[in-house]
Structure formats: structure tokens, C-alpha cells
T-cell receptor, first 108, second 115 residues
Framework: KNQVEQSPQSLIILEGKNCTLQ??????????LRWYKQDTGRGPVSLTI?????NTKSNGRYTATLDADTKQSSLHITASQLSDSASYIC???????FGSGTQLTVLP | DGGITQSPKYLFRKEGQNVTLSCEQN?????MYWYRQDPGQGLRLIYY???????QKGDIAEGYSVSREKKESFPLTVTSAQKNPTAFYLC??????????????FGDGTRLSIL
């Protein structure tokens, strides 16, 4: 059964601090790993897409890593801002299996 | 600006009633999708369409129906057979099918509740 597990479920950090979100996946076949940001009451927005041959990809203050051997990915957020408060969703393709997300809260 | 428009933002359904959620995109994308989002769960695929006049059931299609008569439009009908319809419904599109490396673009959702 295809599965994507994210940790932690929720995280609270202070503005300006860094944080790392984790994603473990078990999907077959595998083609790419995606990270999305979802603000409350809005649709998800794509942050990064990595194929199995890519180890890291950045989008501004967001940096995603992928280890296709261990089937793990992480999303690192640098110098967090209040606007980073959202749910971060990991998705494994080809079948587009979604994780349940990590709810990040950034406090002033 | 290109994007996906979902309407209405909020919808209420009475017992025994069918309701239709609208999804329109002007991104010229071939593939479109409907997802259901429940608290604490990942998005679950209801239906997807890779091309006009063709669509496939996703993981939780029972109680739902769709049509794809135009490339831009992919409406979802929640029928009375769907006994637990209260959820946040998201429509998405992508340039090519879900196996490609193209990102999905999402609308801002419709929240459906039971009266």
C-alpha cells in the first residue's frame, strides 16, 4: 500500500528561527517527490518537485532534500517569517499519494 | 492571470439533495482532478481527467460524479448517495497527467456542509 508519513504533526517556532520537516514515503512506482504549502482555507501551492536523481532543490528560503535510497525527504525553512505559518504537505508520485501535513506555527 | 477558480466557496446540502461544485481553469492544462480533504488526513483523489470527454475514478469515487465536456471545466456532483459529504473539496489541474513531473495547480476549495 502506498503511504506517505510526515513528522512532526505540528510545530511551533519563533520568528527568525530555522526548522526542518520530515517525510517518509513508501510508493511504487516512484517518479518524484513534491512539497506544497497550504494556508488555512486555501488550496495548496507548489514549493518544489524533485525527481529520484535530484538530492536537493531550493525555492527561496525553502530547501528540500531527497534520499531515494532511504525513501526520505525533508523541507528546511530558513529564517522563518510569520507568513510561513501554514500546513506543509509532502506528496509522492507517480500515483500522487499525499501526506497528512505538518502544521507549522511561527510566533512573533 | 491564469489560475483555477472554484465556486461556490461555501455550500450547504440538504438530505437527499444533489449539489454541483464548479471548477474552471484558464491554464490550458490537459489534466484535471478532484480531491477531498478531511481534518488530519491527506488529500484523497475522487476523480481525475486526462483529456476532454474522458475521466477515471480515484480512490473514493462512490457517491460522486463528474463530466469533462470542455477542457476548461471539470464540475463535480455530490449525490445523495454520498452519506458523509461534509469536507473541503479541492480542484486541481496539471499540464500533463499525474505521472509527469509537472506540478499541480489548485483552486481555493469549496467547503461543503450538511444542513
Amino acid at each position: 500500500k502506498n503511504q506517505v508519513e510526515q513528522s512532526p504533526q505540528s510545530l511551533i517556532i519563533l520568528e527568525g528561527k530555522n526548522c526542518t520537516l520530515q517525510c517518509n514515503y513508501t510508493v511504487s512506482p516512484f517518479s518524484n517527490l513534491r512539497w506544497y504549502k497550504q494556508d488555512t482555507g486555501r488550496g495548496p501551492v507548489s514549493l518544489t518537485i524533485m525527481t529520484f536523481s535530484e538530492n536537493t532543490k531550493s525555492n527561496g528560503r525553502y530547501t528540500a532534500t531527497l534520499d531515494a535510497d532511504t525513501k526520505q525527504s525533508s523541507l528546511h525553512i530558513t529564517a522563518s517569517q510569520l507568513s510561513d505559518s501554514a500546513s506543509y504537505i509532502c506528496v509522492a508520485a507517480r500515483q500522487l499519494t499525499f501526506g497528512s501535513g505538518t502544521q507549522l506555527t511561527v510566533l512573533p | 492571470d491564469g489560475g483555477i477558480t472554484q465556486s461556490p466557496k461555501y455550500l450547504f446540502r440538504k438530505e437527499g439533495q444533489n449539489v454541483t461544485l464548479s471548477c474552471e481553469q484558464n491554464l490550458n492544462h490537459d489534466a484535471m482532478y478532484w480531491y477531498r480533504q478531511d481534518p488530519g488526513q491527506g488529500l484523497r483523489l475522487i476523480y481525475y481527467s486526462q483529456i476532454v470527454n474522458d475521466f477515471q475514478k480515484g480512490d473514493i469515487a462512490e457517491g460522486y460524479s463528474v463530466s469533462r465536456e470542455k477542457k476548461e471545466s471539470f464540475p463535480l456532483t455530490v449525490t445523495s448517495a454520498q452519506k458523509n459529504p461534509t469536507a473541503f473539496y479541492l480542484c486541481a489541474s496539471s499540464l500533463r497527467d499525474r505521472g509527469s513531473n509537472q506540478p499541480q495547480h489548485f483552486g481555493d476549495g469549496t467547503r461543503l456542509s450538511i444542513l
